[in-house]
């Protein structure tokens, strides 16, 4: 059985490598654990290239037939081991950096891309400097972050001198300073191949991601084509300017995107699977798989499945679910109230938290999209009163 490399763990691509017939062999950085079955070395530091390299080479590997990640962390390193040990794939390190730094990354794309203004915040640098340049309130980010962590909007000397404490104060590029865009936030997660944009589903954030993870619930759901046509229309040009430009390989992508009067604002755009449950909620409405997409482009296959824009039966959206801010819930009081897809919540105090305070899932679904957005508006409401 061939064997896939990959950098950091989730459950739901592991069971499509096994569909696939391919045994992983993981790379995980603390708290991340595989099943005590799968084969798997730990590491220190997920993006330091010499360590997952001797990572890999120990294990022993005869069998390889890609490298691939879960995660933004692991973006670099997979492209340099494929490089490193002919595997196909991206090879290209230095296009993925461009994917990885919010800097490098908005200081690359055309004219025509409206973006925040973004550059990095020194050793040095203080507050005054970044407020006369990009205004009185803006945000605080790793250069190379990912889902949010350790970002923070900043209003004061105070704030930014707390922003900062969670960064080593070593680096003139680890931490990046962008203006503030104060609009709703959507994003398109597709796949790019030859060059162009093959297929693509646009998705609205019920709370932003910075929101969440300061305690809000994350939620999304699927928007529809035949209610958006011009968004859908302004996202996908959107996309063409920003991967072609940035010489994306053949990926699956998430790009974010704030939605304004003026136009469309460009977020960042990332060249691995999307987050949470994203690709649920696609192959539910469209039966398009982004997992075996990805370990197909892992493995330099095309990708064979039938990918399709038809207009769907019902959208689906989903919420990450949290334990609430007072009471008590328990998987049977949501199931009281509302009809799911696909229901998991731990009501134990002992349940870890998983990312933006995880304790459980749940998947929704309607043929009408305004009633989707007012059924997981609702689920949010119960979820944090208890």
């Not at 011009?230 to 053949?250: I, Q, R, S």
Request: aromatic content about 8%.
């Amino acid at each position: 059985m061939p064997t896939m490399v990959v950098l950091g763990y989730r459950p739901d691509l592991d069971q499509a490598l096994q569909r696939r017939g391919i045994s992983p062999h993981y790379l995980v950085q603390a708290p991340s654990a595989p099943p005590s079955d799968r084969a798997c070395t730990h590491v220190a530091d997920m993006e330091n290239a010499q360590e997952i390299l001797r990572a890999v080479l120990a294990a022993r590997i005869d069998d390889m037939a890609g490298v691939l990640t879960v995660h933004e962390m692991g973006v670099f390193g997979a492209t340099y081991l494929r490089r490193t040990l002919g595997l196909p794939g991206n090879t290209d390190s230095r296009s993925a950096l461009y994917f990885r730094d919010k800097f490098l990354q908005k200081s690359r794309l055309p004219p025509q891309v409206r973006r925040a203004r973004c550059r990095y915040a020194s050793l040095g640098t203080s507050f005054a400097e970044l407020a006369d340049e990009l205004g009185e309130v803006f945000v605080v980010k790793p250069a190379t972050g990912a889902g949010s962590l350790r970002t923070n909007i900043v209003r004061s000397a105070e704030e930014y001198a707390r922003a900062l404490e969670v960064f080593s104060g070593r680096s003139d590029v680890e931490v990046v300073a962008e203006s503030f865009v104060d609009a709703p936030e959507v994003y398109l997660d597709g796949i790019w191949q030859n060059g162009a944009l093959r297929w693509s589903s646009m998705t609205r954030y019920h709370l932003s991601p910075l929101s969440a993870a300061q305690g809000g619930v994350l939620a999304a759901h699927l928007l529809d084509r035949r209610r958006h046509p011009e968004l859908f229309d302004e996202m996908e040009t959107l996309a063409g300017h920003v991967l072609g430009t940035l010489g994306a390989p053949d990926c699956v992508f998430h790009l974010e995107a704030f939605v304004a009067e003026a136009g469309l604002t460009f977020g960042e755009c990332a060249i691995r699977l999307p987050g949470a449950l994203s690709p649920q909620i696609n192959q539910l409405t469209f039966g398009v798989d982004l997992f075996d997409a990805e370990i197909s482009l892992a493995l330099g296959e095309d990708v064979s499945q039938p990918l399709r824009n038809s207009t769907p039966e019902r959208l689906h959206g989903y919420l990450l679910l949290r334990r609430p801010a007072g009471g008590h819930l328990t998987r049977e009081d949501f199931e009281r109230r509302f009809r799911f897809d696909d229901i998991a919540y731990s009501s134990s105090p002992d349940t870890p938290l998983g990312p933006y305070g995880k304790v459980g899932h749940a998947i929704v679904s309607d043929p009408d999209e305004l009633q989707l957005q007012k059924t997981i508006e609702e689920i949010v409401r119960f979820n944090e009163v208890g």
